[in-house]
């Protein structure tokens, strides 16, 4: 078992954490969580009944993204949790259905990259044109 | 084959709900304290935000009394990002990079899908700027080098910098103000300009 998933406890006063994050993921880093874009945008798809039983996290998450599109990384900002643990708890929410994952424009979308994995020329005219109209 | 919708305007006018915006992003790089986090700021639509990832280091060293101490740290390592909604329901971020070189092996994660990457320099400490050159060079990353005037003034011309950076004739060098947005504008679409002149040439 590598290091970083060691759940004894520890007493870490630096630890801003009510819980360590990795201990808020269960320990785990799914391979699909690691692959999610931190550009990623998320929205909630739950009802705030729906949310019982979740955990604070979680809660925090789909409160976040209820109502406008937040990126991965804007939900780690806004919780403070690191990257990592919002990749897994939002990979995690998404398999419950209880948000909803958009990758449009990023690495992970086919329909604007070309085949050696650039982006699309006309992905980047209308992003010329949206910098240039600032 | 796709039917033709009866009525085109009709059908285009009312887009379905629900979808959400194209995202793309452009990397902001260079050494500590160059003004990253100032670039991204004079043309986000938010306040930059700051992003952790935190990771667990095994560290074996000796202790102050001789011994041999074994034990976990953790490290975190700090981005700062913006964002800047464009026409066409597109978003485009800003991420700085981590400042110290020892987290070059992150960089894979930002740059994975990112149009390009803006490299600013301070000419006072060109030597910080080195890492991020090297790395987009070796990746083949679309990059633009971009001398921050600290007020206003710039204390070296472009070619000396060309020189010292060791930069090809087709890496595109320009002086910025990080503060302003009209010159953070103008180095985010070289990096554009540059990302689609690649494409052209292939």
């Known amino acids: 078992m590598p290091e970083l998933y060691d759940s004894q406890p520890e007493d870490d006063a630096e630890d801003t954490y009510a819980v360590r994050p990795y201990a808020v993921t269960g320990g785990r880093i799914s391979a699909a969580s690691a692959d999610l874009p931190m550009e990623a945008l998320v929205e909630s798809a739950s009802t705030p009944e729906s949310l019982r039983g979740l955990t604070p996290e979680k809660k925090k998450i789909l409160q976040l993204a209820t109502g406008e599109y937040q990126s991965v990384a804007e939900l780690s900002a806004h919780t403070r949790l690191p990257l990592g643990v919002v990749r897994v708890l939002v990979t995690d929410l998404a398999e419950e259905k209880y948000l909803r994952i958009h990758t449009g424009g990023t690495a992970q979308d086919a329909s604007v990259h070309d085949e050696s994995g650039g982006l699309s020329l006309s992905l980047l005219e209308s992003v010329l044109d949206g910098i240039a109209a600032l | ?71 976990k740290t953790t490290t975190t390592v700090a981005m700062d990002f913006g964002r800047i909604a464009l026409p066409g329901s597109l978003w485009l971020y800003l991420f700085g990079t981590p400042g110290q070189d020892r987290f070059l092996f992150m960089w894979d994660d930002l740059v994975r899908g990112a149009i390009g990457a803006a490299v600013l320099v301070d000419t006072e400490r060109l030597d910080q700027c080195f890492p991020a050159v090297d790395y987009f060079e070796g990746r083949g990353i679309p990059f633009v080098v971009c001398v921050n005037c600290f007020d206003g003034v710039a204390k070296h011309q472009l070619e000396d910098v060309r020189e010292a950076l060791g930069l090809g004739p087709n890496v595109p060098l320009m002086y910025t103000d990080a503060r302003e947005k009209v010159a953070t504008k103008q180095a985010l679409i070289a990096v554009v300009q540059l990302a689609m002149q690649r494409i052209k040439e292939k």
């Open chain 2, 1 to 71: 084959m796709a039917s033709q919708p009866s009525d085109a305007s009709v059908a285009t006018a009312t887009p379905p709900p629900h979808i959400a915006p194209t995202v793309v992003k452009i990397v902001i790089a260079g050494g500590f304290a160059v003004g990253k986090t100032t670039f991204i700021g004079s043309i986000s639509d938010i306040d930059p935000l700051n992003t952790e990832a935190a990771m667990t280091e095994h560290s074996v060293g000796i202790d102050n009394a001789g011994g041999v101490t074994d034990r």
